[in-house]
C-alpha cells in the first residue's frame, strides 16, 4: 500500500508539474494571466462535473462490462458442470423420486418455450415435494461416479470466479458434501434406515439445487447458443424417449 501510495505521489507531482509549465509557457507568450485566471477557475468549476462522469457514470458502464463477460464465462463453467456431472447427477437424483413423473411434463423443455414457460417450471419446484426412496437409488453407481469426478469438482471449487455467483457455489458444494458422505462410508449397501434418511437429505438438497440450476443454464442456452440448446433438449435428463439423434 506505502508503494502505491508514493507512485500515486509521484505521478500526481509530475503531472502538476507539468500543468505549471504549459501554464508558465503560455504567459511568457502572451503575458495575459487574467485569461488564465478565468481559465482556471472555469476548469476548477468543471472538475465536480468531470469526477462524477468518471468515478460514477462511465465506472458504472465498465463494471457492467465487465459483469457480462464474467457471467459469460461462468456459464461456461456451468456448462462444463452439467456436461460432466450434473447431467448423470439429475437422472441419479429422478430416478430416486417417486413424484419425479407427476412434473416430469413441465421439464420436458422445448424449442418454443419462452420465458414465462421457464419462470412457470421454477415456480413448480418451489412448491413441489420430493419423495425421495433409498430403494429407488443406485447408491454404488452414485457414490462411484461422484468419486470419479471429485477431481474436477475440486477444480471448479478453486475457480475464483465462482464466488460472483452465489446459488452455483451453494450447489457445488452440496455435491461435493454428498460425495464426501458417500465416500466415507466403507459400503453403501444395507445401510441402517436412519443413515439412509440422512443421505437422503444429501441428495434432495443436491437434487433441489440442480434443477434451479439445470433450468436457468438451459434458458441461457436457448437465449444466448442455440445449437448447444439444442443437444441438451435431445438429452434431456427427464425425457424417456431423449436420444442425442435428430430425427
Known sequence: MKKLFNWQVRLGL???LVSTVFYSLHYRLFADSDYIFRFLLAQLGFLPISVF???TVINQLLGRREKVAMLKKLNMVIGSFFSQVGGELLRYAAAGDEATDRIRGELLVRPEWEPADYQRARQLLAHFSFDLRHQRIDWPGMRDFLAREKGFLLAL???PNLLEHET???L????FHLAEELGSRESVRALPATDYEHLLGDVKRVYTLLLGQW????EHLQEDYPYLFSLAVRTNPFDPEARPEVG
Do not use: K, Q, S
Open 172 to 175: 457445488l458444494w452440496a455435491v
Open 215 to 218: 433450468l436457468a443454464y438451459l
Open 14 to 16: 509530475v503531472f502538476l
Open 168 to 170: 452455483f457455489t451453494e
Open 53 to 55: 462522469l468518471v468515478t
Open 157 to 159: 471449487l478453486g475457480n
